[in-house]
């Protein structure tokens, strides 16, 4: 990989990271999500999951954006990369208590679809700008 395509694909990841950060630090302080440690309920649950898709989607279209050649392959291994630090976290996590199951889960399953939809859409939004030249 190129230093353009690394870029491209570490540029996805901190924007996820920073940005899931941010919202889970806001609804943490603003008392939606649980203080202290205690474990999310299932509405907490398929908040955190609500947004991480947004931004997982929005991480790819940027990893698209900024690769140099190649947008989907660029955002399927931003997609495999997550996907693989999600199922770490699942193993990692299974019996510590911090919520349903369920959501670990589902942020490994998600990895891809997310990654190959912000992928489509900046190859639909770039086909939409090369039609209007």
């Known amino acids: ?16 990271v920073i940005a899931t950060t941010l919202i889970d630090l806001a609804l943490h302080a603003a008392g939606v999500f649980p203080a202290g440690g205690l474990p999310l309920d299932d509405a907490g649950a398929l908040l955190a999951t609500s947004y991480r898709i947004v931004i997982g989607v929005a991480g790819a279209w940027l990893t698209a954006r900024l690769a140099p050649r190649n947008p989907m ?34 942020l490994v399953v998600l990895a891809l679809p997310q990654s190959w939809l912000g992928a489509r859409l900046f190859e639909l939004h770039g086909a939409r700008r090369v039609q209007q030249a």
């Open 73 to 106: 392959k660029h955002a399927l291994v931003l997609g495999a990369l997550g996907g693989t630090v999600a199922l770490i976290g699942v193993i990692a996590t299974w019996n510590k208590n911090l919520g349903p199951h369920w959501y670990p889960i589902m």
């Open 1 to 16: 990989m190129s230093p353009r395509s690394i870029w491209a694909v570490v540029a996805g990841i901190l924007f996820a």
